[in-house]
C-alpha cells in the first residue's frame, strides 16, 4: 500500500502565498497521476489541481487557474501544489491523490489513495 505524506498548510493572511508537500513512498503503475482536493467545511471535497509524472500536462480547477501551480519531482516521489494570492475562499483541508489514469479525472472516486491532509485557513 502506497502512503501519501503531506506537509505545509497553516493560517495565511489574504494575498499570501503558501506551498504543500506531497510525498509517495513508493511509485507504482498505479501511480500514473497526481492531484490535489480541498474540503471546505459543509462542502464536498472538490477538486483543484492535477498533473501527470512527466509534468507535461497540469490541469486546474477555474477557481484556482492562474493562482495555483501543480508540479512534480520524480527523483523525490514529491508533488507540489503553491498556492499564490491565497482568498478566504480557499479555506479548506486539502489532500494530495494519485490515480492510475493517465487521462484527466476529477472525481474523488477516481483516486485510490489520499494524503493525510492539511489544513488552510485563510483570513482577510
Known amino acids: 500500500q502506497v502512503r501519501l505524506v503531506q506537509s505545509g498548510g497553516g493560517l495565511m493572511q489574504a494575498g499570501e502565498s503558501l506551498t504543500l508537500a506531497c510525498v509517495a513512498s513508493?511509485?507504482?503503475?498505479?501511480?500514473?497521476?497526481m492531484a490535489w482536493f480541498r474540503q471546505a467545511p459543509g462542502k464536498e471535497r472538490e477538486f483543484v489541481a492535477r498533473i501527470d509524472w512527466t509534468g507535461i500536462t497540469p490541469y486546474y480547477a477555474t477557481s484556482v487557474k492562474d493562482r495555483f501551480t501543480i508540479s512534480a519531482v520524480n527523483a523525490k516521489n514529491t508533488v507540489y501544489l503553491e498556492m499564490n494570492t491565497l482568498r478566504p475562499e480557499d479555506t479548506a483541508i486539502y489532500y494530495c491523490a494519485a490515480t492510475q489514469a493517465m487521462e484527466l479525472v476529477t472525481h474523488p472516486s477516481e483516486y485510490h489513495s489520499w494524503g493525510q491532509g492539511s489544513q488552510v485557513t485563510v483570513s482577510s
Open positions: 513508493a511509485r507504482t503503475d498505479n501511480m500514473r497521476s
